[in-house]
Every structure is written in structure tokens, then in C-alpha cells.
């Protein structure tokens, strides 16, 4: 398949999201477990650390699961690589 | 889309469109959730009337394996796409409760709770673990593996990367997480059973591997992803009661979510109070002593 500036346009934009988004997910997981320590304040009577472990992070994941879903839909839609719904 | 199969009658095959297929199952499974709670008022009417616990037990548990085994044998199929991706054309929604389903299984339920308890911080590793998993698997593989048109991840490395040796590292990987993962669900497996029914432990293990069977065998990922769904609407509701019960009960707030936070702070004052308690030295002393 030859392909076409479209398809390489799609691509470097899944890359970036995916990128960004590892990123983020880096941070709420391995960053803030490392300084867990140092990230002691009270955050809804919790020590915010384990507030990150047992809530935050995983609305975090979430969040991202989410974001990425809507993004690559509407990328999708764009490059013209949509799924054809039978409606 | 191959979405025919041989019984396209029944409620869980649906030959016509994605929204008539949808709307079809929203029906089924308001039904399914009216059935739900009418056969728990059932079984407390019948409670209230004398029947015992352990036949309680047999109830729930010969029930749900039923509608499991139905689920299972109405979703039965030989079409490949069907068995192995249920026709790829679950909706969002429902893989979502499917999956969770999936979260919230015998080891959640029975051993999560005591692990947290005894390891504390380093015991939210699991949680993060298992739930920050998902993100890995959207943003590398899931979206990929549904492009490429194939059924599993071995199958999928060794297309991306066109050779057997990547295959192999998937097959190798597959079957180390899910040995290591069925060997704790068989176990949970055969201690519900065993404490719902009185059965012995070997053969409550049995009794729930013969269910799986039943339930898996003759309609793969279809039949497993429908009958997680049903799952999925028990699990959440028997999470969720006692959980906003207590929340209720103890604050006066029924969103344990947020609340929860100021009831550790309570405990956590609590242990300090009881491990200062002369009784509890004493006991602590004994138990050195023993030693």
C-alpha cells in the first residue's frame, strides 16, 4: 500500500498522543510513588500519596483511557480510517 | 461484518444493524436486572418465612450458575470471529462492564481487602498495578490488535513483526500471567464455593470449573463477555450496598468514595489508643513470652 501524506500526518499525531499521554501516566504512577515520601499533606484526610494510590491514579487511567479513545476517534474520522457503522 | 451466525434469533446474536442489536440488548438486560431483584425479594420473603441459610446458599448458587450455563448455551457458536472476538461488535458500554467484571473477581473480592490491611502502602501497588495495566494496553496494543484483524496477542505480534520468535515471547508471556492468575481464581473459586454450599473444598472447585466449562466452551469470548455482563450488574450491586451502608451508618454520607479518607484517619487514631491499652501490653507481653 502506497502511503499517502494523510497517512503519515496520522501517524505522527498517534505517536505524539500516545507520547503525551505515557508521559502522564508515568508521572501518576512511578513519579509520584517514588516521591511518595515527600508528598505527605493531608488531601481528603488522607496523606496524599496514598490518596494517589487508592483514588487519584487510577481516575487518572481513566481519564487517559478516555482522552485517548475520543482522540483517536475523531483522528480517525478525519483521515478518513473510520470504522463503517451499519446503522 | 460477519456479525451471522448460525442461531441469529437469539437475544445475544442479533444479525441485524449495530442500534438494533444495542436496543436488543438494553432490553435483555433491563429484564435481566428486574429478574435480579425480584429473585433477591424472593429468596428474603422465603428467609422471613424459615427457610435456613445453607439453602439460601444452594439457591443463590444453583441460580446463577443456571443463568450463567443459559447465557453460555444460548450464545453458542462456530463462527470463528464470533468465538474468539464475540463478532468484534460488543458495544462500548458493555465490554466496559464486561471488563470490570473481569476487575472484580475472586481475588478482588476475598483477598484484597486483608492484603491492603497487612501491607499497607506497598499493597496499593496491585491496585495501581492491575488498573494502570489498561492504559499500556490501549494506548499499545488493543487498537492495533482490532486493525490488524487478528484473534490474540501472539497472533498479532507475530503479524506486526512477521516472525515466530515474537510470537513466541506472546505465547510465553500469556501463559505466565494467566496461570499465575487462574491458579488464585480456582482457589477463590473453590472457597466461595465451598462456604456458600457446604461442599468440600476439592469438589467446590470442581463444581465451579464444571460452571466455566458450561459457561465458555461452547460459546468463547461471546458467551464470556455476555455472562460477565450479567455478572458485572450482581458484583456491583454486592459491592456497593454494604459498602454504602456502612458509609451511612458511620457518617451520615452515602458516598463511601469520599468519605472514606476520615474514617482511616478515625481508625488509625483508634490503633494508637488500643496498642497503649495495659490489656493489649499485656497480651503483646504473652505473646513474646510464647515465643
Known amino acids: 500500500m502506497q502511503l499517502t501524506e494523510s497517512h503519515r500526518q496520522y501517524w505522527a499525531k498517534n505517536l505524539r ?12 504512577t512511578y513519579v509520584v510513588a517514588f516521591m511518595a515520601r515527600d508528598l505527605n499533606f493531608s ?3 488522607w496523606p496524599f500519596s496514598f490518596w494517589m494510590g487508592a483514588q487519584g491514579s487510577l481516575i487518572a487511567y481513566v481519564l487517559i483511557i478516555v482522552y485517548y479513545a475520543h482522540y483517536m476517534n475523531n483522528l480517525d474520522k478525519e483521515h478518513g480510517c473510520a470504522e463503517e457503522e451499519e446503522d | 461484518m460477519a456479525g451471522m451466525s448460525p442461531d441469529s434469533g437469539s437475544a445475544f446474536s442479533g444479525g441485524g444493524s449495530n ?3 444495542k436496543k436488543q440488548l438494553n432490553k435483555v438486560y433491563a429484564w435481566y436486572v428486574g429478574g435480579f431483584i425480584s429473585f433477591v425479594v424472593v429468596l428474603a420473603i422465603a428467609e422471613q418465612m424459615g ?16 443463568l450463567y450455563a443459559g447465557i453460555g448455551f444460548m450464545s453458542r457458536t462456530n463462527d470463528a470471529a464470533e468465538y474468539y472476538v464475540a463478532g468484534r461488535r460488543v458495544p462500548a458500554m458493555y465490554n466496559g462492564m464486561a471488563t470490570g467484571a473481569d476487575w472484580m473477581s475472586a481475588a478482588s473480592f476475598i483477598g484484597m481487602a486483608g ?4 501491607t499497607g502502602y506497598s499493597g496499593l501497588a496491585f491496585i495501581m498495578g492491575w488498573t494502570g495495566g489498561y492504559c499500556l494496553v490501549a494506548l499499545f496494543l488493543a487498537p492495533y490488535l482490532r486493525k490488524f484483524g487478528q484473534f490474540t496477542i501472539p497472533d498479532f505480534l507475530g503479524a506486526r513483526y512477521d516472525g515466530n520468535l515474537p510470537r513466541f515471547l506472546g505465547v510465553v ?19 466461595i464455593t465451598t462456604r456458600l454450599t457446604g461442599v468440600s473444598f476439592e469438589l467446590g472447585i470442581f463444581l465451579g470449573l464444571a460452571g466455566i466449562l458450561v459457561c465458555s466452551f461452547l460459546g468463547g469470548m461471546k458467551a464470556v463477555t455476555w455472562t460477565q455482563v450479567a455478572q458485572y450488574i450482581i458484583l456491583i450491586i454486592a459491592y456497593m450496598i454494604p459498602v454504602v451502608w456502612l458509609s451511612v451508618k458511620q457518617t451520615g454520607f452515602p458516598i463511601p468514595q ?8 478515625k481508625v488509625t487514631a483508634r490503633e494508637a489508643e488500643l496498642i497503649k491499652d495495659p490489656k493489649e501490653l499485656e497480651v503483646i507481653a504473652k505473646s513474646v513470652q510464647m515465643l
Open chain 1, 43 to 45: 488531601f481528603f484526610g
Open chain 2, 258 to 265: 469520599i468519605v472514606y479518607g476520615y474514617q482511616l484517619e
Open chain 2, 19 to 21: 442500534a438494533a442489536f
Open chain 2, 51 to 66: 427457610l435456613t441459610r445453607q439453602y439460601i446458599g444452594y439457591a443463590f448458587l444453583a441460580a446463577t450458575v443456571l
Open chain 2, 173 to 191: 508471556a500469556a501463559i505466565l500471567c494467566s496461570f499465575v492468575y487462574v491458579v488464585a481464581q480456582i482457589y477463590g473459586v473453590g472457597l
Open chain 1, 17 to 28: 498522543i500516545t507520547a503525551i499521554l505515557l508521559g502522564l501516566w508515568f508521572v501518576v
Open chain 2, 115 to 118: 492484603t491492603l490491611y497487612l
